[in-house]
């Protein structure tokens, strides 16, 4: 990952003082690092779900409202979209999701987009920062979404 594809990435995160940031992945370690090296000055709080075969996705639950920022790395695989729904619920108002997914994996990145707008996240956009990753964004933005 290159200097300059780390800078964007973080310029993505807002920089208030204990920032919570969930970040769900299989076996990237890398970008739980990274979030806590380059926004260490403000004291982040970092939620680092790491899913393994063992784990049942089905039975997955957070506490709602509890994250600014979730970051979602190589989970998707086309059978447990009801994780972003899980996720929607788990983040503040205005609150910004981030999804990475391997270019290795051939999961087509308007599924991806699809589902989050289906999950009621808003300004879903690509973002083409890394050479290995799909980087998709969204946003839940107050009184726009089901269930608030």
């Not at 769900?24 to 739980?32: K, M």
């Not at 910004?96 to 991806?112: F, G, M, R, W």
């Not at 989050?116 to 990753?133: C, G, H, W």
């Amino acid at each position: 990952m290159s200097n300059q594809s780390r800078e964007f990435f973080l310029s993505l995160f807002d920089k208030i003082p204990e920032l919570r940031v969930l970040v769900l992945h299989r076996d990237h370690q890398s970008f739980v690092d990274l979030l806590n090296e380059g926004l260490n000055n403000i004291n982040p709080r970092i939620k680092n779900l790491q899913f393994t075969n063992e784990v049942a996705l089905k039975d997955f639950r957070l506490t709602p409202r509890a994250f600014e920022y979730a970051v979602v790395v190589d989970i998707f695989d086309g059978t447990n979209s009801h994780l972003f729904d899980e996720i929607y619920h788990s983040l503040e108002n205005s609150a910004n999701i981030i999804v990475l997914s391997s270019k290795k994996n051939n999961i087509d990145i308007y599924v991806i987009k699809e589902l989050l707008d289906n999950s009621d996240f808003r300004a879903v956009n690509e973002i083409d920062i890394f050479d290995d990753y799909h980087l998709v964004t969204g946003k839940k933005m107050h009184m726009w979404g089901a269930e608030l």
